[in-house]
């Protein structure tokens, strides 16, 4: 019975907890360049001088770059290179001058950039495949808000997702942005956070996409599937992927596989679930004098591991729900203040999508609640026959 309780708080226990708090010095030099002088900065929420902390640490970055980019246009294609050091450098430059040719072609990127695990000298114990160098140049040049800083580290994110949006001096709205991080459905592992930024130029029509993750996880190589299936279609069926032009298609799209990434874990939670009922059905219909103590101690412990995957699990849905709740009103101010007739198509089919996704992680709600429920009944019964067995004696 020891090792029993033993495999029961793996999920519980300390095991997993990292005892070392993050250092993160805080630099004085903040008051100059990036991300203070950014026109995304927003002193309420933005720390300045965390953020120049974050890069002033060399063990947060790789020495050498090693990262992959997807350029999509609708005169073009689609383009798929790897970025070194050198020419990382080249491109940063470029991306500084916006070579767009406007909004009759704009272009769609996605800069692919993988989290390897590091511990020791790292703020959140891993590092992001690119150089400190490249990655103050691609955030600067791209005006990334300084909220992504920490996720493209692999800091934990407990907070919501983050949007927000630039207005020029005629009120104007000039650009629009959106990160978050995914939940992570495997709980008996520790998974690489997976984050995702999203920048849209209204002016150029542009759309980047940062992406940080293990290169291992499990959608990873799906998502880019899906990317180049979409972007390397023909020129003349452009019209029936009309949502492709939608700035937040990535977004929907990682969160879509993210919910699939779920079904199989919580199959697997039904699936102990149904075996805990069983057995405390038999026990139940079991002649007195074949009913063990062992065994209302067997099952008590199944019932709580069965608990605390339902209440992990319910958390990471009540997430997905957040997330995608951000997403529609990021959308719904998007689509409010960009109201172009070509535009109509691609963001009601990125509207409806959002829709179905959050009526969707709805229903997995509800099925998870009524786990809980039959649980909590199975467990009631259990803490019954725990009592006649104690007042037998």
Sequence with gaps: MAEARRKSSIVSTGRWRNTII??????????????????????????????????????????????????????????????DESSAHEWSQILCHNTSNGKQNPVFRVVFCALEQKKGKTSFNYRVSLSASIARQLLQ???????????????????????FAVYDDQGVIRKIEFCCQQP???????????????????????????????????????????????FSTDRAAWNSLEDSTDPFLLHV?????????????????????YDALDRVDRYAEADASERKRSELEA???????????????????????????????????????????????????????????????????RWLASYKSRKDIAMNLVSSLVLLWLFSD
Aim: glycine letters at 4%; aromatic letters at 8%.
């Design 22 to 83: 993050p250092l993160i010095p805080r630099s004085s030099a903040s008051l100059h360049g990036y991300p203070r002088t950014s026109p995304s900065f927003i002193g309420a929420i933005h720390d300045a001088r965390r953020t120049h902390g974050l890069f002033d640490n060399p063990s947060n970055f790789s020495q050498q770059t090693n990262c992959e980019v997807y350029e999509a246009r609708r005169e073009g294609g689609l383009q798929q290179f790897a970025l």
């Design 141 to 163: 040049s791209l005006d990334v808000t300084s909220q992504f800083v920490g996720l493209l580290l692999g800091e934990p994110d407990y907070g919501a997702p983050g949007d």
């Design 184 to 230: 992570r459905w495997n709980i008996h592992k520790t998974g690489t956070p997976w984050s995702i930024y999203m920048t849209h130029d209204i002016y150029t029509n542009d759309t980047t996409y940062i992406v940080v993750c293990d290169p291992h996880q499990s959608r990873f190589d799906t998502v880019k599937e899906r990317l180049t299936d979409i």
């Design 253 to 273: 799209l990682v969160t879509h596989e993210c919910f699939l990434d779920a079904t199989p874990e919580i199959t697997g939670l039904r699936h102990k679930l």
């Design 299 to 365: 099952l008590t412990i199944q019932l709580h591991v069965v608990s605390q995957e339902i209440d992990r699990m319910a958390a990471n849905v009540e997430m997905s729900k957040m997330i995608v709740h951000r997403l529609s009103q990021a959308h719904a101010r998007y689509r409010e203040n960009v109201r172009d007739v070509d535009k109509k198509d691609s963001q009601t089919k990125t509207h409806d999508a959002l829709n179905y996704l959050f009526e969707s992680i709805n229903a997995q709600q």
